[in-house]
Nanobody, 115 residues
Framework: QVQLVESGGGLVQPGGSLRLSCATS????????MGWYRQAPGKQREVVAA???????NYADSVKGRFTISRDNAKNTVYLQMNSLKPEDTAVYYC?????????WGQGTQVTVSS
């Protein structure tokens, strides 16, 4: 069974930074895409950033220039570096993995941006 283990959430002041990590038991080379989604209270889950197998990346307009998605193939891990955080970035962040064997979600990690 494919596992996704997230870490790195927490409480940060506006303008601060956090880095989220998502480690998978599946080889990166078996994965079509990995991404980060977020869901704020009372809102629908939305995509934040994604990285495709070839290395191309996509970002939501709201995070472009502030967030960076990257991966470490040797560690089967994807990262989301979040800079210049805003209160509206507050949400539960979920890692997502799409592969030939299915579509998988992490357990979620809370990110709270508040002074």
């Amino acid at each position: 069974q494919v596992q996704l283990v997230e870490s790195g959430g927490g409480l940060v002041q506006p303008g601060g930074s956090l880095r989220l990590s998502c480690a998978t038991s599946l080889s990166i080379f078996s994965i079509y895409a990995m991404g980060w989604y977020r869901q704020a209270p009372g809102k629908q889950r939305e995509v934040v950033a994604a990285i495709i197998s070839g290395g191309s990346t996509n970002y939501a307009d709201s995070v472009k220039g502030r967030f960076t998605i990257s991966r470490d193939n040797a560690k089967n891990t994807v990262y989301l570096q979040m800079n210049s955080l805003k209160p509206e970035d507050t949400a539960v962040y979920y890692c997502n993995l799409r592969a030939g064997v299915g579509n998988y979600w992490g357990q979620g990690t809370q990110v709270t941006v508040s002074s």
